[in-house]
């Protein structure tokens, strides 16, 4: 008898159950009304006297054996399924980091361009892509034939020869002015188009941000005290700044803007092609036919306008070479940009 409640323990300290049926075997066999568990209680009757005391506590010890080892294979048998044994999981792995993205740099550009304007007051305005003729070139006084559209290499729509891909973000200072009475104080970000070979300092499509302040006594005064602001602001405070005449038919006078290359800081370097001086857009104060084009009285108010590449000033600023990476899509250049907003 005592052998026999030996063997089973040995049995049960040893069962396994990798199944559902292993384990239903193991409760029939140990656990079961008719477990050899059981058998061996039924037997308790033929157990001498002077025996029944230790037989009776060894009994019941194998009967606590067999639920506990009951309780720790159905344990395991539902760790393992439905979950991750079942579908090749291993919990001991290390987990796979959660990639995030990064922000595009020409957008973290925008959006520094953004929130340095919105603080000075002017709010953000958008224009179509697909424009038409009238507001890329005629309204902002380019006239028919003038040589002056030739400075843009235009995208003309076959299907339809009064519209254009627009070349410059100009066009929504007319879209913003007409119809409308000043003051008007908006930047406007948006996409170009341009009919040039694709190279590392020029594309087929690039972006710009148009800026327009129209109201009574505004002067080149206002003009400069803004881009000083704004070039301060994203540069750093020691950037100078350079107004260099130029001609836009739609600014009188006009300006193009430079500022030092804060590259090389003076010694000379490719950027500023040893000039010391980088160009990051145009400026001017508004022409008082653009106003007249829009329905309002040149001799009542005056504004300043200016338009800047912010390819240009992203690749100033983050000391990027090439044109080509900003739509090339490459991750390896994405992602340097991790973490910078
Ligand atoms: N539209 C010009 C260009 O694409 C840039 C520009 C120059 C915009 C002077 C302006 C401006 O508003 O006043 O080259």
New binding site residues.
Partial sequence: MFEKVEEYKAMIQSAEAKAAEELEQFRMKFISKKSVVTELFNDFRNVPNEQKKAFGQALNELKDLAQEKFQALADGLSDQSGSTADIGLDMTLPNVPNETGSIHPLTITTNKIIEIFERMGFNVANGPEIEEDFYNFTALNFPENHPARE??DTFFIEKDPDKVLR????NV?IRLMEGQKPPFRSIMPGR?FRNEAISARAHCFFH?V???YVNKNVGFKDLKETVYHFVKQLFGENTKIRFRP?Y?P??EP?AEIDISCFICNGKGCNVCKYTNWVEI????M?DPNVLKNCGIDPEEYTG?????GIERITMLKYQINDLRLFSENDVRFLNQFKGTF
């Fill in positions: 400075m843009q070349t410059h973000t100009s200072q170009v710009q148009e800026g327009l130029s836009f739609f600014t006009s857009g145009g400026c001017g508004v300043f306008a200016f338009g800047m």
